[in-house]
């Protein structure tokens, strides 16, 4: 299994980024999907999350209604639109594939938001 993260970049506070999750090695349709971020000298915290049923999503406080999830199961890609991107927002973004029994994480994708 394998979950390639991408699309991070430096941004200035107040702009928009995408930032994407091309899963490989797993029937992508039947796992929820979630992203997770990590800044420095932090744990791990989680982001949002979407179901296998598309439509029903999840998000952190601090993320909410400034970020969108969102998942194209036949290009077995999930997604994170970031608007609105705070310097607290930097963080190292990891994307998640869960189902029973099973728990996959990919690669991050660094995203810095500084002026």
């Known amino acids: 299994v394998q979950l390639q993260a991408s699309g991070g970049g430096l941004v200035q506070p107040g702009d928009s980024l995408r930032v994407s999750c091309a899963a490989s090695?797993?029937?992508?349709?039947?796992?929820?999907m979630g992203w997770f971020r990590q800044a420095p000298g932090k744990e791990r915290e989680f982001v949002a999350v979407?179901?296998?049923?598309?439509?029903?999503?999840y998000y952190a406080d601090s993320v909410k209604d400034r970020f969108t999830i969102s998942r194209d199961n036949a290009k077995n890609t999930l997604y994170l639109q970031m608007n609105s991107l705070k310097p607290e927002d930097t963080a190292v973004y990891y994307c998640n594939a869960i189902r029973s029994g099973y728990d996959y994480w990919g690669m991050g994708t660094q995203v810095t938001v500084s002026s």
């Open positions: 979407i179901s296998w049923v598309p439509g029903s999503t």
């Open positions: 090695g797993l029937t992508f349709s039947t796992y929820a």
